[in-house]
């Protein structure tokens, strides 16, 4: 009879075959579990891994998210935990997604495909339909239209970046968005107006300073010019005729037409006209010619120069102005800038010399006995020498001393343009600044040295550069306790070679 009981070492029972009808309490099992028949478990049945299955057949289907009719309604405490919650369909490779997204939107990576006669509605009222936006939508940035039927602009209207309506002041500009006119036409820069500006009156012309012409076969035949001159015909190829059937008025007439004058050109004020601006003018090649009264004063104003003839002269009041040879002896005053070679120049007040050119000028004050002398060598003086700006000393030098600077404006930055040496006869022009001796920064002083100073006075912080470096020695020293030398401390380990 074969063995059917077998105890392991372990404690372990192994039997072949086992057939209970009824068993009870707690049974763990280890291992892979086939069961061959039905199973039917009367209570709950709890698996912390996956179920795998080729059929579900149940009653009640309930999740963490309720019940099957329930299936697709996330309820988290934050929006962070339900973003990217909602449906997904996976086939093959593809994917196709509609979740939620934060900020309270859904979002799908495929598109929306609506049956014919159907829409999209926004709270129930239709926005978009297969051939039409909803009555809704009354704003949109679309930059590009079909052809359309009809259009009913209520407000401003631009059509493409070259017809403007301006729907508060019923005004159309073509070439410009702010039209002067009820029609206002921009070209070339000139600004054309057609419309009424009054009761009563209606204008056409330009609103910028140019030209008016009325045109037939591409030849001006009228043109107002902008200075408010009419001429009648093309400047270059003529034809000008103007025929007035009926009266001509005007106040001047000028012909081509010369007579004899019997009695002075006399030029009378009217009422409405003053003599100002009445006089000779001469009209040819290049600019009009005039000589004709100004106001303010009441002069004669020429466009032109006046040459007198020899041994003539400009007199005021009966007497020599300016002649040929000089000034007349009553011109005390003048604002000449400059001056032939004077044979002696005499000054009862103050001078003031500027771009003087001279062999030798000597200077001599009242308030020091010094004296100052300017000559092609330079500038020497005896006593205090200042060049100040707005009473402001720039440069001051004496017997002691050469200052740069005011010192009572401390703030006025002093700028060198170029190599700056300090008693150096030969600098190096590599060198933008260079000083042969030891100098202070911040109150800080610097100096140089094959070893730390033992000789004279120092303060904490001064330092003094290694001029002989090697490896595995030191940049330099710094004083870390003031005094005579003060105590000493190296700095900046040269790494070895």
């Known amino acids: 009879m074969a063995q059917i ?44 891994g996956t179920v795998t299955a080729d059929v579900f057949n149940v009653k009640n289907l309930i999740t963490e998210n309720g019940s099957l009719a329930s299936v697709g309604q996330w309820a988290y405490a934050t929006e962070a935990e339900l973003n990217g919650k909602g449906f997904s369909w996976t086939h093959g490779t593809g994917s196709t997604q509609m979740l939620y997204r934060s900020g309270n939107r859904l979002w799908s ?124 015909g093309d400047p ?36 409405d006209t003053s003599i100002y601006g009445l006089g000779l003018t001469w009209q040819g090649t290049g600019a009009t010619r005039q000589f004709i009264m100004s106001p303010g004063p009441d ?3 020429s466009t032109e120069s006046i040459d007198l003839g020899p041994n003539q002269a400009y007199y005021v009041n009966g007497k020599v102005a300016i002649n040929a040879d000089g000034i007349g002896d009553t011109i005390l005053n003048s604002s000449l800038q400059s001056l032939g070679v004077l044979r002696d120049l005499s000054v009862s007040g103050a001078s003031n010399f500027n771009h003087v050119t001279a062999q030798q000028l000597s200077l001599s004050g009242t308030e020091t006995s010094g004296n100052t002398n300017i000559d092609p060598s330079g500038i020497s003086s005896n006593s205090v020498f200042n060049v100040t700006v707005s009473s402001q000393k720039i440069v001051s030098a004496d017997t002691n001393q050469i200052a740069i600077g005011d010192s009572r404006i401390q703030s006025k930055p002093v700028k060198v343009f170029g190599p700056l040496s300090v008693n150096i ?70 790494a070895a070679q």
């Open 5 to 48: 009981l077998n105890v392991t070492e372990d404690g372990t029972v192994v039997l072949d075959k086992v057939a209970l009808k009824y068993t009870s309490g707690s049974v763990i099992h280890s291992g892979f579990l086939q069961i061959v028949g039905n199973t039917q478990i009367d209570s709950n049945l709890v698996v912390r």
């Open 109 to 232: 990576n495929a598109d929306f495909d609506l049956s014919e006669g159907r829409t999209y509605n926004i709270n129930n009222i239709p926005v978009l339909s297969l051939t039409s936006l909803g009555d809704t939508i009354t704003d949109s940035h679309l930059t590009s239209l079909g052809t359309l039927e009809t259009l009913d602009v209520s407000g401003n209207a631009v059509f493409g970046e070259f017809i403007f309506v301006d729907s508060v002041s019923n005004r159309l500009g073509i070439g410009t968005d702010e039209p002067n006119a009820s029609l206002t036409i921009l070209d070339n820069n000139v600004e054309i107006g057609i419309g009424s500006p009054q009761i009563g009156l209606a204008t056409i012309g330009t609103y910028s300073s140019h030209d008016l012409a009325i045109v037939s076969d591409n030849l001006a035949r009228i043109t107002v010019k902008a200075t408010g001159d009419v001429n009648i």
């Open 236 to 271: 270059v190829h003529g034809g000008g005729k103007l025929n007035v059937y009926g009266t001509l008025y005007a106040t001047t007439v000028h012909t081509d037409n010369r007579i004899d004058r019997v009695h002075p050109l006399q030029f009378q004020a009217t009422a």
């Open 299 to 301: 002069r004669l104003f």
């Open 425 to 494: 006869n030969n600098p190096d022009p590599n060198l933008q600044f260079a000083v042969n001796g030891d100098v202070s920064i911040g109150g800080k002083r610097f100096t140089n040295g094959v070893a730390a100073p033992a000789h004279g006075s120092f303060q904490v912080g001064d330092i003094c550069w290694n001029t002989a470096p090697s490896p595995t020695g030191y940049v330099g020293w710094i004083c870390i306790v003031a005094g005579t030398p003060g105590t000493w401390a190296s700095f900046g380990m040269i």
